[in-house]
C-alpha cells in the first residue's frame, strides 16, 4: 500500500530553534498532503493543507509565519517551525491523499517535537 | 454538538470480551466515515472505512446510521494486541481532504 515517510522521528531542542520537517510519499505522487498535530490526549487538529506549486492553507489560529510549509515536489512537503518555543512541544503527522482521491488519507510516522 | 464526538474511555476489558464505540457526528454532508487505531506515540493507522451501512472484517464491525448520525465499533473476541485507542474520523463537507478526528476511546484489553 501508500507509504507515506516523516522524518525526523523526534526532536528535542533548544527554545528559538528552528525545526524542520520533512514529509516524503514514497512510492506515489502526493498532490496534496496534510499536516496535522496532536497534544497529549488530544485529538489530531490539522494545522494546513499542503498543495504542490501553490500556497498552503491554513487553518484558522494557524500562524503561517510561524509555521512554514514547503511542497516544491509531488513526494515531498516540509513543515518547518520557526522560533520554536516550549508550547509549540507536540506530535506533529503528516499525511498524503493517493489517487484515486476518494481514497483515505495515508499517514507519516509523525515527529515528537520538544522544545526545551 | 461537537463535530465528532466518541465515548469517554477508557475500556478496560478481558481477553474473548466483546466491546463496542460509539460515535456521532454533526455533519449531515458527510459520506464516508473511517475508524483508526492508534497506539502510544504513534501515527494513526486505518482500521476500517465505511462507505454504506455498515463494513465488516474479521472481528471487526462498523455500522453506520446516517438518520441519527451515528457511527459504531465493534470489536468481537477481544486480544491483547487491540489495546490502543480508536479514532472515529469524519471527512469536513465530505471530501477527503480535511479529516476531523474525534478524541479517540482507549481500550485495554486485560489478560
Known amino acids: 500500500g501508500a507509504v507515506v515517510s516523516q522524518h525526523p522521528s523526534w526532536v528535542i531542542c533548544k527554545s528559538g530553534t528552528s525545526v524542520k520537517i520533512e514529509c516524503r510519499s514514497l512510492?506515489?505522487?502526493?498532490?496534496?498532503m496534510f499536516w496535522y498535530r496532536q497534544f497529549p490526549k488530544q485529538s489530531l487538529m490539522l494545522m494546513a493543507t499542503?498543495?504542490?506549486?501553490?500556497?498552503?492553507?491554513?487553518e484558522q489560529g494557524v500562524e503561517k509565519d510561524k509555521f512554514l510549509i514547503n511542497h516544491a515536489s509531488l513526494t515531498l512537503s516540509t513543515l518547518t517551525v520557526t522560533s520554536a518555543h516550549p508550547e509549540d512541544s507536540s506530535f506533529y503527522i503528516c499525511?498524503?491523499?493517493?489517487?484515486?482521491?476518494?481514497?483515505?488519507?495515508?499517514f507519516g510516522d509523525g515527529t515528537r517535537l520538544s522544545i526545551l | 454538538r461537537k463535530e465528532v464526538e466518541q465515548d469517554p474511555g477508557p475500556f478496560n476489558v478481558p481477553e474473548g470480551a466483546t466491546v463496542a464505540f460509539n460515535c456521532t457526528y454533526s455533519?449531515?454532508?458527510?459520506?464516508?466515515f473511517f475508524w483508526y487505531r492508534q497506539d502510544c506515540r504513534k501515527e494513526p493507522k486505518l482500521l476500517m472505512s465505511?462507505?454504506?451501512s455498515g463494513n465488516e472484517d474479521g472481528r471487526f464491525t462498523a455500522q453506520l446510521n446516517r438518520a441519527s448520525q451515528y457511527i459504531s465499533l465493534l470489536i468481537r473476541d477481544s486480544k491483547l494486541s487491540d489495546s490502543a485507542t480508536y479514532l472515529c474520523?469524519?471527512?469536513?463537507?465530505?471530501?477527503?481532504?480535511?479529516?476531523?478526528f474525534g478524541k479517540g476511546t482507549k481500550l485495554s484489553v486485560k489478560p
Open positions: 499525511s498524503a491523499l493517493s489517487p484515486p482521491s476518494n481514497q483515505p488519507q495515508h
Open positions: 512510492d506515489f505522487q502526493a498532490t496534496t
Open positions: 499542503s498543495n504542490e506549486g501553490s500556497k498552503a492553507t491554513y
Open positions: 455533519n449531515s454532508a458527510s459520506q464516508s
Open positions: 465505511v462507505y454504506s
Open positions: 474520523v469524519v471527512p469536513l463537507g465530505g471530501s477527503q481532504g480535511n479529516l476531523i
